[in-house]
């Protein structure tokens, strides 16, 4: 079945650095999008980076631009996310997610949502 | 930067009521981007509802999504001791391409 699954947080000190893995399978990874969603401890879902399938193209939120780094790698079936500068406010569970896949306006035009999920990992930024 | 805000902030109902949701945009959207999602505690969030009215597969069919323009609902028909959880609406946009509302909390009466 599809499966996503976070690893790679942990507890870390403000300004290091932690890179977060997302391992696919049950899907042809290469095919799909990919996210980076949180959520802080209290806080509502922040969405923070998504990747192309082929990673031509990647966005990021302003609140990790300059600082986060999304990247795949295909032949592994992996996501990564390179997180530098850590600020205490990136405490958080970090989800991955696949970019669900449907059209409309007969075929012209793709939705943009997350729809499978992995179960996320917990980043704390503390001294 | 468009702006999602959901009301109530916090919904108390109790089982086989029904359940409404709002998720209103700064400015209009089009609802074919609009996204609902439920996340209980502990567990990743779920897809619910995407294009504003369809439904993810698996929903049950008493999960409901309508609107258009800068009002968007979420409607759970008679509500199940399972669908207590918190709910969010996301929009893809321009800048920034993907934005959640701030969450709905629908909890036990």
């Known amino acids: 079945q599809v499966q996503l699954v976070e690893s790679g947080g942990g507890v870390v000190q403000p300004g290091r650095s932690l890179r977060l893995s997302c391992a696919a399978s049950g899907f042809t990874f290469s095919d799909y999008a990919m996210h980076w969603v949180r959520r802080a401890p209290g806080k509502g879902l922040e969405w923070v980076a998504v990747m192309s399938y082929d990673g031509t193209r990647k966005y990021y939120a302003d609140s990790v631009k300059g600082r986060f780094t999304i990247s795949r790698d295909n032949s592994k079936n992996t996501l990564f996310l390179q997180m530098n500068s850590l600020r205490p406010e990136d405490t958080a569970v970090h989800y991955c997610?696949?970019?669900?896949?449907?059209?409309f306006g007969s075929g012209s035009y793709a939705y943009h949502y997350m729809d499978v999920w992995g179960k996320g990992t917990t980043v704390t930024v503390s001294s | 930067e468009i702006v999602l805000t959901q009301s109530p902030g916090t919904l108390s109902l109790s089982p086989g009521e029904r359940a409404t949701l709002s998720c209103r945009a700064s400015q209009s959207v089009n609802s074919n981007y609009l996204a609902w999602y439920q996340q209980r505690p502990g567990q990743a969030p779920r897809l619910l509802i995407y294009?504003?009215?369809s439904r993810a597969t698996g929903i049950p069919d008493r999960f409901s999504g309508s609107g258009s323009g800068t009002d968007f609902t979420l409607t759970i028909s008679r509500l199940e001791p399972e669908d207590f959880a918190v709910y969010y609406c996301q929009l893809y946009g321009s800048s920034p391409p993907y934005t959640f509302g701030q969450g709905t909390k629908l909890e036990i009466k």
């Open positions: 997610a696949t970019e669900g896949v449907g059209y």
């Open positions: 294009g504003a009215s």
